[in-house]
C-alpha cells in the first residue's frame, strides 16, 4: 500500500499476514542482510532476491517480531578482484 504519490512521501506498507494481525505492530519484519531494517531504506536496483516467511517458521525462528510475517532481502555484493 502507498498512501501518497507525492515526491520524497512514498513510503511503502504491506500486510503478509493481513491487516489486523497479531500484536500492536501490524507490519511484517523485514530482514536486510540479516539486520533488521526499514523497507524504505534500500534500493530496488540493489535487491537479489526476497523470500517470505508467513508460517509457524517465522515465530519460531524470530518470536513475536516475525509473528505478523518475515521479508528476508538479501542484496547484491560487489566482488573482490586482484588489482592489475
Do not use: C
Not at 509457524?56 to 586482484?82: F, P, Q
Amino acid at each position: 500500500m502507498q498512501t501518497s504519490g507525492q515526491p520524497g512521501k512514498d513510503i511503502s506498507n504491506f500486510w503478509i499476514r493481513g491487516i489486523s494481525t497479531f500484536g500492536a505492530n501490524n507490519n511484517a519484519l523485514v530482514l536486510i542482510d540479516g539486520f533488521e531494517r526499514d523497507i524504505n531504506e534500500v534500493n530496488i536496483d540493489d535487491i537479489k532476491s526476497i523470500s517470505i516467511l508467513k508460517d509457524a517458521s517465522a515465530t519460531a525462528m524470530y518470536g513475536s517480531k516475525g509473528a505478523n510475517g518475515v521479508v528476508l532481502i538479501t542484496t547484491k555484493h560487489g566482488i573482490m578482484v586482484k588489482p592489475i
